[in-house]
C-alpha cells in the first residue's frame, strides 16, 4: 500500500515540473529541485532526466564576464547534497550520475584581487578554466572545484580544493586536491601512487 507521504510527495514534485519546464532551458523528466535558496540564469542551465538537487543548494548561470555564451548542464540521475553552491560564468558540465554531499562549491570563476586599492567585492570576475565533472563521480562533504575538471568514477575527499585537471578513476584528498590511488586495469585493483599519478611499486 501506497502511504499519504509518497503521493503527496509525488504530486508535489509533479506540480514543480509542470510550474516550472518552461523557465530552464531544459528540464528532463523526473528532475526535481528541493526548495533552492537560489536560481539564477535558469535560461541557461539544462537538466537530464531524473536529477535530484537537494534543499537550499543556489544554482547559477550568469555570463557576468566576457563570455558569449553561459551554460550549466546537470546529467542524467545526477544527485546534488543539501546547500550546494555551483556558479557558472561560461561553461560547468556535470555529467551523469554524479553524486555530491553537502556544501559542495563548484565554479569556473574567481573575483580578481589584484589592485589592493579597491575592496576585492568591487573588482570584476575573472573567467578561468571551463569544468567537467565525469560521469559517475562522488564529491565529498564541502569540497571546492575551481576552474578545473574532473574525471570519470573519481573519488573527492571530504575538504578537498581541487584546482587542477583530474584523470579519470582517481581518488584525490586535500587543499589542494592530490592523486592518492588510481584504479589499475591491469591488475583490476585501486592502487595506491605518487601525487603525480604514477603508481607506486
Not at 15 to 21: F, G, P, Q, R
Not at 121 to 147: A, F, R, S, Y
Request: proline share 2%; net charge positive; with cysteine.
Amino acid at each position: 500500500m501506497i502511504s499519504q507521504n509518497r503521493i503527496y510527495t509525488g504530486l508535489y514534485r509533479r506540480i514543480w515540473y509542470i510550474l516550472n519546464k518552461r523557465r530552464f532551458k531544459k528540464l528532463g523528466a523526473k528532475s526535481f529541485i528541493n526548495n533552492s535558496l537560489s536560481i539564477q540564469g535558469a535560461e541557461n542551465i539544462s537538466m537530464g532526466n531524473k536529477v535530484y538537487v537537494a534543499y537550499k543548494t543556489w544554482l547559477a548561470a550568469m555570463s557576468y564576464t566576457d563570455t558569449d555564451t553561459c551554460l550549466l548542464e546537470i546529467g542524467d540521475g545526477t544527485r546534488l547534497g543539501n546547500f550546494n553552491h555551483i556558479f557558472a560564468t561560461n561553461k560547468i558540465i556535470i555529467g551523469k550520475k554524479v553524486l555530491t554531499a553537502d556544501k559542495v562549491y563548484i565554479s569556473d570563476n574567481l573575483h580578481e584581487y589584484y589592485d589592493v586599492t579597491t575592496p576585492i567585492m568591487d573588482q570584476p570576475i575573472k573567467q578561468i578554466g571551463t569544468v567537467e565533472i565525469g560521469d559517475g563521480t562522488w564529491l565529498g562533504e564541502n569540497v571546492c572545484v575551481i576552474g578545473a575538471s574532473v574525471g570519470r568514477n573519481c573519488v573527492v575527499g571530504a575538504n578537498s580544493v581541487v584546482t587542477k585537471n583530474i584523470p579519470d578513476y582517481c581518488v584525490v584528498v586535500g587543499a589542494p586536491a592530490r592523486i592518492i590511488k588510481r584504479y589499475c586495469f591491469d591488475s583490476n585493483k585501486w592502487k595506491k601512487t605518487e601525487p603525480s599519478g604514477n603508481f607506486i611499486n
